[in-house]
Protein backbone atom coordinates (compact mmCIF):
# COMPACT_ATOMS: atom_id res chain seq x y z
CA UNK A 1 0.00 0.00 0.00
CA UNK A 2 2.01 2.98 -0.77
CA UNK A 3 1.72 5.72 1.27
CA UNK A 4 1.66 9.64 -0.20
CA UNK A 5 3.74 10.43 -2.97
CA UNK A 6 5.17 14.07 -3.90
CA UNK A 7 6.65 15.18 -7.01
CA UNK A 8 9.33 16.15 -8.21
CA UNK A 9 11.80 15.94 -4.56
CA UNK A 10 13.74 19.06 -5.63
CA UNK A 11 13.06 21.86 -7.57
CA UNK A 12 15.48 25.13 -8.49
CA UNK A 13 13.45 28.10 -10.24
CA UNK A 14 13.91 31.48 -10.62
CA UNK A 15 12.30 34.88 -9.10
CA UNK A 16 9.40 35.17 -11.00
CA UNK A 17 8.72 32.07 -12.34
CA UNK A 18 5.35 29.55 -12.48
CA UNK A 19 5.89 25.78 -10.38
CA UNK A 20 3.52 23.09 -10.27
CA UNK A 21 4.12 20.50 -7.34
CA UNK A 22 1.84 17.26 -7.28
CA UNK A 23 0.51 14.77 -4.78
CA UNK A 24 -0.67 11.64 -4.93
CA UNK A 25 -3.09 10.63 -1.69
CA UNK A 26 -2.29 7.68 0.34
CA UNK A 27 -5.11 4.64 -1.19
CA UNK A 28 -8.27 5.02 0.79
CA UNK A 29 -8.20 8.58 1.53
CA UNK A 30 -9.58 11.43 -0.93
CA UNK A 31 -8.52 14.69 1.59
CA UNK A 32 -5.81 16.71 0.49
CA UNK A 33 -3.62 19.46 2.14
CA UNK A 34 -0.92 21.32 1.62
CA UNK A 35 1.65 22.74 4.06
CA UNK A 36 4.81 24.87 3.70
CA UNK A 37 7.49 24.48 6.27
CA UNK A 38 10.52 26.83 6.09
CA UNK A 39 13.68 25.39 7.64
CA UNK A 40 13.66 24.24 11.36
CA UNK A 41 9.84 25.83 11.83
CA UNK A 42 6.71 24.02 11.89
CA UNK A 43 4.76 23.23 8.55
CA UNK A 44 2.08 26.27 8.12
CA UNK A 45 -1.45 25.23 6.43
CA UNK A 46 -1.84 26.56 2.83
CA UNK A 47 -5.06 24.87 2.12
CA UNK A 48 -7.71 21.65 1.76
CA UNK A 49 -9.12 19.98 -1.05
CA UNK A 50 -12.07 18.00 -0.50
CA UNK A 51 -14.41 16.57 -3.56
CA UNK A 52 -12.76 19.04 -5.98
CA UNK A 53 -12.93 22.06 -4.17
CA UNK A 54 -11.09 23.96 -1.65
CA UNK A 55 -12.44 23.73 1.38
CA UNK A 56 -10.38 25.76 3.58
CA UNK A 57 -7.64 28.45 3.52
CA UNK A 58 -4.79 29.61 5.46
CA UNK A 59 -3.03 32.71 5.25
CA UNK A 60 -1.43 32.87 1.85
CA UNK A 61 -1.58 34.91 -0.95
CA UNK A 62 -3.79 34.67 -4.19
CA UNK A 63 -0.61 33.52 -5.82
CA UNK A 64 -0.92 30.00 -4.24
CA UNK A 65 -3.35 28.19 -6.00
CA UNK A 66 -4.55 24.47 -6.11
CA UNK A 67 -6.56 21.82 -7.72
CA UNK A 68 -7.49 18.18 -7.01
CA UNK A 69 -8.55 15.81 -9.26
CA UNK A 70 -11.41 12.93 -10.02
CA UNK A 71 -8.50 10.72 -9.03
CA UNK A 72 -7.91 12.26 -5.46
CA UNK A 73 -4.21 13.10 -6.75
CA UNK A 74 -3.67 17.21 -6.11
CA UNK A 75 -1.50 19.98 -7.30
CA UNK A 76 -0.11 23.25 -5.78
CA UNK A 77 0.71 26.13 -8.15
CA UNK A 78 3.02 29.23 -7.05
CA UNK A 79 2.79 32.19 -9.57
CA UNK A 80 5.44 34.95 -9.55
CA UNK A 81 8.24 33.47 -7.35
CA UNK A 82 9.80 35.21 -4.32
CA UNK A 83 12.95 34.26 -2.70
CA UNK A 84 10.52 34.12 0.67
CA UNK A 85 8.84 31.28 -0.96
CA UNK A 86 11.46 28.84 -0.70
CA UNK A 87 10.97 25.76 1.65
CA UNK A 88 9.60 22.59 2.27
CA UNK A 89 6.22 22.07 0.70
CA UNK A 90 4.38 18.95 2.32
CA UNK A 91 1.30 16.90 1.19
CA UNK A 92 -1.03 15.22 3.58
CA UNK A 93 -3.51 13.48 3.03
CA UNK A 94 -6.78 12.15 5.22
CA UNK A 95 -9.94 10.87 5.17
CA UNK A 96 -12.78 13.57 5.38
CA UNK A 97 -14.08 13.67 9.23
CA UNK A 98 -12.11 16.17 11.34
CA UNK A 99 -9.91 14.76 13.57
CA UNK A 100 -8.89 12.14 11.18
CA UNK A 101 -4.63 11.40 10.81
CA UNK A 102 -3.34 12.88 8.15
CA UNK A 103 -0.44 11.18 6.89
CA UNK A 104 2.53 13.28 4.91
CA UNK A 105 4.58 12.80 1.94
CA UNK A 106 8.10 13.10 2.09
CA UNK A 107 7.75 16.81 0.68
CA UNK A 108 9.04 18.83 -2.34
CA UNK A 109 12.33 21.30 -1.41
CA UNK A 110 11.65 24.67 -3.63
CA UNK A 111 14.49 26.69 -3.93
CA UNK A 112 13.89 30.18 -5.63
CA UNK A 113 16.94 32.34 -6.74
CA UNK B 1 2.59 35.32 17.80
CA UNK B 2 2.38 30.97 18.03
CA UNK B 3 -0.80 29.89 18.65
CA UNK B 4 1.54 26.87 19.82
CA UNK B 5 5.04 27.73 21.51
CA UNK B 6 7.76 24.94 21.76
CA UNK B 7 10.73 25.33 23.99
CA UNK B 8 13.46 24.84 23.98
CA UNK B 9 13.75 25.21 20.04
CA UNK B 10 17.23 23.78 19.63
CA UNK B 11 18.66 20.68 22.38
CA UNK B 12 22.02 18.70 21.69
CA UNK B 13 22.89 16.00 24.21
CA UNK B 14 24.93 13.04 24.30
CA UNK B 15 23.36 9.71 23.80
CA UNK B 16 22.19 8.25 27.22
CA UNK B 17 21.02 11.18 28.87
CA UNK B 18 17.03 12.39 29.17
CA UNK B 19 15.18 15.32 27.73
CA UNK B 20 11.81 17.06 27.92
CA UNK B 21 10.30 19.33 25.22
CA UNK B 22 7.64 21.49 25.77
CA UNK B 23 4.49 22.75 24.26
CA UNK B 24 2.98 25.87 26.01
CA UNK B 25 -0.32 27.80 25.12
CA UNK B 26 -3.30 29.91 26.52
CA UNK B 27 -5.49 28.15 24.57
CA UNK B 28 -7.73 25.15 25.61
CA UNK B 29 -7.66 22.09 22.93
CA UNK B 30 -9.44 18.82 22.79
CA UNK B 31 -6.53 17.34 22.02
CA UNK B 32 -2.99 17.62 20.91
CA UNK B 33 -0.97 15.61 18.28
CA UNK B 34 3.07 15.33 18.45
CA UNK B 35 5.05 13.99 15.29
CA UNK B 36 8.91 13.57 14.44
CA UNK B 37 10.18 14.98 11.61
CA UNK B 38 13.30 13.36 10.35
CA UNK B 39 15.38 15.31 7.59
CA UNK B 40 13.90 14.31 4.01
CA UNK B 41 10.85 13.24 6.04
CA UNK B 42 7.69 14.08 6.23
CA UNK B 43 6.06 14.50 9.77
CA UNK B 44 5.10 11.33 11.69
CA UNK B 45 2.41 10.86 14.14
CA UNK B 46 3.53 9.87 17.53
CA UNK B 47 0.51 10.35 19.53
CA UNK B 48 -2.66 11.84 20.28
CA UNK B 49 -3.61 13.04 23.86
CA UNK B 50 -7.39 13.93 24.59
CA UNK B 51 -7.67 13.99 28.36
CA UNK B 52 -6.12 16.34 30.63
CA UNK B 53 -3.48 14.99 33.00
CA UNK B 54 -3.42 12.12 30.14
CA UNK B 55 0.28 10.35 30.08
CA UNK B 56 1.01 8.13 27.24
CA UNK B 57 4.11 6.13 26.74
CA UNK B 58 5.83 5.09 23.55
CA UNK B 59 8.93 2.96 24.45
CA UNK B 60 11.39 5.39 25.83
CA UNK B 61 8.85 8.33 25.34
CA UNK B 62 6.31 9.53 27.62
CA UNK B 63 3.60 12.08 26.58
CA UNK B 64 1.78 14.66 28.77
CA UNK B 65 -1.27 16.63 28.53
CA UNK B 66 -1.64 19.09 31.35
CA UNK B 67 -4.46 19.24 33.05
CA UNK B 68 -6.12 22.79 31.47
CA UNK B 69 -5.79 20.92 28.65
CA UNK B 70 -3.74 23.91 27.71
CA UNK B 71 0.34 22.41 27.65
CA UNK B 72 1.66 19.17 26.70
CA UNK B 73 5.68 17.67 27.59
CA UNK B 74 7.66 15.33 25.41
CA UNK B 75 10.45 13.41 27.76
CA UNK B 76 12.59 10.83 26.13
CA UNK B 77 14.30 8.77 28.47
CA UNK B 78 18.01 7.63 27.76
CA UNK B 79 18.05 9.55 24.01
CA UNK B 80 19.79 7.22 21.49
CA UNK B 81 20.95 8.74 18.04
CA UNK B 82 17.71 7.63 16.01
CA UNK B 83 15.51 9.86 18.38
CA UNK B 84 17.40 12.84 16.36
CA UNK B 85 14.41 14.83 14.27
CA UNK B 86 12.18 17.54 14.50
CA UNK B 87 9.99 17.29 16.96
CA UNK B 88 6.19 18.81 16.42
CA UNK B 89 3.26 19.45 18.47
CA UNK B 90 0.26 20.03 16.83
CA UNK B 91 -3.90 20.97 17.66
CA UNK B 92 -6.65 19.87 14.86
CA UNK B 93 -9.02 21.99 13.89
CA UNK B 94 -12.55 20.08 13.26
CA UNK B 95 -12.25 20.72 9.59
CA UNK B 96 -8.73 18.49 10.01
CA UNK B 97 -6.16 21.41 9.61
CA UNK B 98 -3.10 21.10 12.07
CA UNK B 99 -1.53 23.95 13.59
CA UNK B 100 2.14 23.34 14.16
CA UNK B 101 4.42 25.27 16.93
CA UNK B 102 7.47 25.80 15.73
CA UNK B 103 9.14 22.62 16.69
CA UNK B 104 12.33 21.33 18.90
CA UNK B 105 15.34 20.31 16.80
CA UNK B 106 16.61 17.33 18.78
CA UNK B 107 20.44 16.01 18.17
CA UNK B 108 21.55 13.44 20.16
CA UNK B 109 25.02 13.04 19.74
CA UNK B 110 26.64 9.30 20.07
Known amino acids: DAGVTQSPTHLIKTRGQQVTLRCSPK?????VSWYQQALGQGPQFIFQ???????QRGNFPDRFSGHQFPNYSSELNVNALLLGDSALYLC????????????FGPGTRLTVT | TQLLEQSPQFLSIQEGENLTVYCNSSSVFSSLQWYRQEPGEGPVLLVT?????EVKKLKRLTFQFGDARKDSSLHITAAQPGDTGLYLCAVSSNTGKLIFGQGTTLQVKP
Open chain 1, 27 to 31: SGHDT
Open chain 1, 92 to 103: ASSLPAGGSEQY
Open chain 2, 49 to 53: VVTGG
Open chain 1, 49 to 55: YYEEEER
